[in-house]
């Protein structure tokens, strides 16, 4: 009978032995006592991963912010050019005009209507609509919002005594839309309250022509606005 061949005594190959399986002093190279594969990581191996994490974790959270800080100002100035269009279209829609105004202890904007022009002329109060109670009062601050030039239907203006000042000392006065669509001409700027961003959201409104306009301001292209703006004497 021929005997057995094993791959212990096949020809080429040679018996594993226990040292294959150990580091110099007997210890285990991946190994357990029993000569398994062991399962698992090492507790530096964990603390490691878990630097790595926490690390990334912090680089996004910190970029989240930066993002959020930035697009809060592109966000609520288009917001408010939003509303000033709807406030435009609500008031040739209902026939009554409707204003941009402040709260004069808050100074938070608001969106008010004249409900009875014929017989309360001049008395506002705040508008029904959802869409007015979206401003973006928590969002950003009102800097400036000033009257420039003509309005665009001079012969429905009442004396009005509504003007603020802001936190920064400049000017908040009412902003009227009236029945025929036109509107008073204004600049309206609004900035990030924690002054993160240094860019300002501006809302240019022609009566005149109709136009409205919003644009996002970098402090240099500020800076030569604001020579503009003393150019054109306002």
Same mark, same amino acid.
């Given at each position: ?39 698992? !990581? ?6 490691? +991963?878990? /630097? &790595?994490? @926490? *690390? ?85 601050? !009102? ?6 030039? +003509?309005? /665009? &239907?001079? @012969? *429905? ?78």
């Amino acid at each position: 009978m021929a005997p057995t061949t094993t791959s212990a005594t096949r020809p080429g190959r040679r018996p594993k032995r226990r040292s294959d399986r150990t580091g110099p002093g007997g210890a285990a190279r991946g190994w357990d006592p029993v000569g398994r594969p062991r399962a698992g !990581f090492t507790i530096i191996e964990i603390v490691l +991963a878990i /630097g &790595l994490l @926490v *690390l990334l974790a912090s680089v996004m959270i910190t970029g989240f912010g930066r993002w959020y800080e930035t697009e809060r100002i592109d966000e609520g100035a288009r917001r408010l050019e939003s509303i000033l269009r709807l406030a435009r279209a609500e008031a040739a829609s209902c026939g009554r005009r409707i204003r941009l105004a402040f709260d004069s202890e808050t100074l938070r904007a608001v969106i008010e209507w004249e409900p009875s022009p014929l017989a309360e002329p001049g008395v506002y109060v705040a508008h029904p609509g959802e869409w007015g109670r979206d401003l973006p009062n928590d969002q950003l601050r !009102f800097r400036r919002c000033q009257r420039i030039g +003509a309005s /665009g &239907l001079q @012969v *429905l203006t009442v004396e009005r005594d509504g003007e603020m000042e802001s936190e920064s000392g400049q000017v908040l006065q009412e902003v009227v839309f009236y029945p025929d669509g036109s509107f008073d001409s204004a600049i309206i700027e609004v900035v990030d309250p924690a002054e993160h961003d240094e860019r300002i959201g501006r809302v240019d409104l022609d009566g005149v022509n109709g136009t409205i306009r919003m644009r996002i301001l970098t402090p240099t292209e500020q800076a030569e606005q604001a020579e503009l703006d003393e150019e054109a004497g306002t």
